[in-house]
């Protein structure tokens, strides 16, 4: 039985947080699918990134727009940053770890791109770099975060938006995040092409 009641709470604990992150939300993530849409309809890309469990989702992401959600339709242009191996470790070593994504969005970031960064807990030095990076390209950003998260918060404009996931456990934050991507991809694939 006590492996079922760990079972148990894994799944309670992900409903809370999903219940309190679909309350304080919905409407950012709205506003989100819309700052989304705009920067595909004018033409312009999305560039996402993040770190070990977040480079997954932003991978994921990417993917889900470059091929499909839940039907066939025409790729979207997104970009993951965590992908490209040979940049990565050719930026950590030649300069530093730090680097590696603000200099890969100062080479193929554009104005009117979108960066999406995807972090646990909003505290990794090659995120806020790579927030000042889009700022610099006049890009918006969309943050997913979770836990402390001061040092991105305190980077974003007032047009752009954080979802900060109310939980401390890396596992429930990015169960959250993964909602909202799939949210989003889905508010995308709506306001293009229509469907339920």
């Known amino acids: 039985m006590v492996l079922q009641d760990r079972v148990i709470s894994l799944f309670h604990n992900s409903m809370e947080v999903n219940a309190q992150t679909i309350e304080e939300y919905t409407p950012m993530i709205s506003h989100a ?7 595909l309809m004018s033409e312009n890309k999305i560039l996402c990134c993040g770190n070990g469990g977040s480079a997954a989702l932003s991978q994921h992401f990417s993917s889900l727009l470059m091929n499909q959600f839940r039907h066939e339709r025409p790729g979207l242009p997104a970009i993951s940053l965590s992908a490209d191996g040979s940049a990565l470790t050719g930026i950590a070593q030649d300069s ?9 969005i100062r080479a193929l970031g554009q104005p009117g791109d979108l960066l999406l960064i995807l972090s646990g807990d909003g505290r990794t030095a090659n995120l806020v770099q790579a927030i000042q990076a889009a700022h610099d390209r006049d890009m918006l950003v969309i943050a997913l975060t979770g836990g402390t998260n001061d040092n991105i918060h305190s980077l974003l404009l007032p047009d752009e938006v954080e979802f900060c996931i109310p939980a ?6 990015f169960g959250a995040q993964a909602l909202i991507i799939h949210a989003l991809c889905d508010l995308i694939d709506y306001q293009l092409f229509g469907g339920e």
């Open 168 to 173: 401390d456990d890396p596992a429930l934050v």
């Open 33 to 39: 699918g819309e700052l989304l849409l705009s920067c």
């Open 96 to 104: 530093q770890f730090n680097d590696v994504f603000s200099k890969q």
